[in-house]
């Protein structure tokens, strides 16, 4: 994955990385239409079972306006994941700009305690690449 973006945070013992992917064909810039897969894993590197019950998402285009998504589990699940386990999902999103950003929460529970906490998604960059200026 030599030269894909890849972002990366860890909140109360859960990893989360990213990476992101152009998606050239989905993208037509003549009609301001800027397509994106990204890729994420998220690792349990603590000693309880977890489980990720919600999300929510702020993506920002180059000019600065906002979309707030909010939404049960991620790609249509509510992953469970004991200490040492990985889930790995692939999703995407649009601009009407050739740049912008995404971050977010993921809302988790520790399945025994039911005690709710929050991890953090990084910032990561969404930035064609045959922009002439990369501002992220």
Known sequence: MEGVPCYEATTDSIRVVVQTFWL???SMPEDHRFAWAYRIRIENLGNETVQLLRRTWEIM???GRIEHVHGDGVVGEQPVLEPGQVFEYTSG???QTP???MRGFYHMVETRSRRPFDVQVPPFS???PYHPTIIH
Request: aromatic share 6%; net charge negative; proline share 0%.
């Open 99 to 101: 740049t912008g950003f």
């Open 24 to 26: 050239d064909d989905q």
């Open 93 to 95: 999103t649009g601009l």
């Open 126 to 128: 969404l930035d064609c």
């Open 61 to 63: 285009d180059a000019i």
